[in-house]
């Protein structure tokens, strides 16, 4: 997957990323992205996916230690998934298209296959759009239910796709105080965060949001 047709940008983009892994303490080879396609496919990934970008998939799920599961957004939400009994990360990229396809149901039903339970899982979304910003057709708000995550001002519809995520987890049997939604909007922070409708440029900029499990000799730690 190339991330952009500009040398430049192309260039800056991995500097940039090989910046905030090394930060960390992440080795760029060990980190697997989500190549992004706004479907439902979540991907189970290893040892063996390191330093690779799994095409057509919008969501990654490993119970491997030290691979760094990784997603850009611009608007949609990064969501992160935590079992803690099981020890199983997921990462979750999801705009309208994903969440209307299930994709949570479907990130779910991979954890489940390694035997974690939804009851268990830690979730947390992301900053993304808020709703004020994020303007849809009645076409688009049809497809959620219930109503009232969608609002009407001045005839225009806006949709809360955080409000959506939330209701989609609790369906799925995640406790609600298991999960945390961040407040922040990434349309009304130009200085703090990308944003595809507020920036409308050709080449789009991005965050990257990353999970993983790190091994510190016998101790097991969680690094988001």
């Not at 490993?62 to 079992?83: G, W």
């Not at 990360?89 to 299930?102: N, Y």
Request: hydrophobic share 40%; proline share 4%; aromatic share 8%.
């Amino acid at each position: 997957m190339k991330l952009t047709d500009n040398p430049l940008l192309a260039e800056e983009i991995y500097r940039n990323r090989n910046d905030y892994f090394s930060k960390n303490n992440i080795d760029l080879k060990t980190v697997v992205s989500a190549g992004i396609i706004h479907g439902n496919n979540v991907v189970m990934v290893g040892n063996n996916d390191k330093g690779k970008v799994i095409s057509g998939a919008d969501g990654l799920i490993t119970n491997e230690k030290n691979s760094f599961l990784s997603v850009t957004a611009a608007d949609c939400l990064p969501i992160f998934l935590f079992e803690p009994e099981k020890e199983i990360v997921g990462m979750i990229h999801a705009g309208w298209k994903s969440l209307e396809k299930d994709i949570l149901a479907n990130a779910v039903e991979k954890i489940k296959i390694l035997d974690g339970k939804p009851e268990n899982i830690l979730a947390g979304i992301g900053p993304a759009i808020c709703q004020k910003h994020y303007e849809v057709g009645p076409e688009v708000t049809k497809k959620f239910q219930p109503i009232w995550t969608s609002e009407v001002q001045n005839g225009k519809i806006f949709l809360d796709l955080k409000k959506i995520a939330q209701l989609q987890l609790l369906e799925l049997g995640f406790r609600k105080e298991n999960i945390e939604i961040s407040p922040e909007c990434t349309f009304k922070l130009p200085e703090k965060y990308f944003s595809a409708r507020r920036d409308k440029q050709g080449e789009i900029e991005a965050m990257i949001a990353l999970i993983g499990m790190k091994s510190f000799r016998n101790d097991k730690n969680l690094s988001i």
